[in-house]
């Protein structure tokens, strides 16, 4: 399971930020990402997965890694 919430992490950033976003460590500032872009990854993160994110959740698990993590204790 952890393989596929990884995977449509993956995806979804991807959609953000191109093929950089394929390093699960790297995190989301050294994506290139801002609070504009954190917010449409969120809004993009709760309609795949169901879940309400607090914004400030991405920038305490700062990298796809840490987010996965997160998502599978929720």
Do not use: C
Request: aromatic share 6%.
């Amino acid at each position: 399971m952890t393989g596929t919430i990884e995977s449509r992490l993956l995806r979804i950033l991807q959609d953000e930020v191109g093929p950089a976003a394929l390093d699960p460590t790297a995190s989301f500032a050294d994506l290139g990402m801002d609070s504009l872009d954190l917010l449409s990854l969120v809004n993009k993160i709760e309609e795949e997965f169901g879940v309400t994110i607090p914004l400030a959740t991405l920038v305490d698990f700062d990298s796809v890694r840490q987010l996965l993590e997160w998502l599978e204790r929720q």
